[in-house]
């Protein structure tokens, strides 16, 4: 398969920038872009996605923005000038806000004469199950029918993807048609421990599901050896893909 390496994003869940960087730096050579989380984030500030872009590292900053669309306008711009290759919002904010966040992190993207950052949508979390849905949250009808709703109002809003479960990539793909992107977390390499992770992949499973960007974390950062661990899953991919 051409461009795997394109595909693949590591979560950086680490407390340390430094440590990060490491990360970042010693995996470069396989790794397409790497996943900066609120654990990160919010420990280190922006300060840690400049680092990371110093390392030559494209950053996926995955805050999952949330609020009136003016507010989520501002943050994406600040986004965009920060020189994400991604980020993600809720879009349980609705049509307008993730509207004005695409439209924000474009036009501020242009004006700093840097690439437009590729900007999802986050339908309804992994970690809500059909109960929670109901009962809880107050949702009619199943989650999978919401996931490619949110997905196609997602798409309309001019957004690029989604991030979602590769359970759910199939549906979203034909709803949602060739060129949308589906990024997919919960991937683990066959036989590796899925830690807290209820409903996991392979990388293999998760790209003939259609997913186009596989996320993965611990399996990573986690092993003893992170570069051997990355050769692994790409081999594993090659593999199955023939
Ligand atoms: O370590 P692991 O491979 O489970 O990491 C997956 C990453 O993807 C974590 O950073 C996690 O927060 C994120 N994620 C997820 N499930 C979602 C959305 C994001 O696991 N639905």
Known sequence: MEGIRERLIVALDVDEASRA??????????????????????????????????????????????????????????????GVSMFNVHA??????????AEAAREEAAAMGLPPPLVLAVTVLTSIDQEA?????????????????????ARECGLDGVVASAREAAAIRQSCGPDFLIVTPGI????????????????AEALKAGATHLVVGR?????????????????EIKDSWG
């Open 133 to 153: 849905f109901a009962r809880e949250l107050g949702f009619g009808g199943r989650i999978s029918e919401k996931v490619v709703a949110w997905a196609l109002l």
């Open 188 to 203: 683990r390499p066959a036989g590796a421990p899925a830690g807290d992770q209820k409903r996991v992949a392979t990388p």
């Open 21 to 82: 960087c490491r990360l970042a730096e010693c995996l470069a050579p396989w790794v397409g872009m790497f996943k900066v989380g609120m654990q990160l984030f919010y420990g280190q500030g922006p300060a840690v996605v400049e680092a990371l872009r110093r390392t030559g590292a494209r950053v996926f900053l995955d805050l999952k923005l949330h609020d009136i669309p003016r507010t989520v306008a501002g943050a994406s711009r600040v986004l965009a000038r920060l």
């Open 219 to 235: 399996p990573v950062t986690e092993a003893a050896d992170p570069v051997e661990a990355v050769k692994g899953l790409l081999a």
């Open 92 to 101: 349980a904010g609705g049509a307008e806000m993730m509207r004005a966040a």
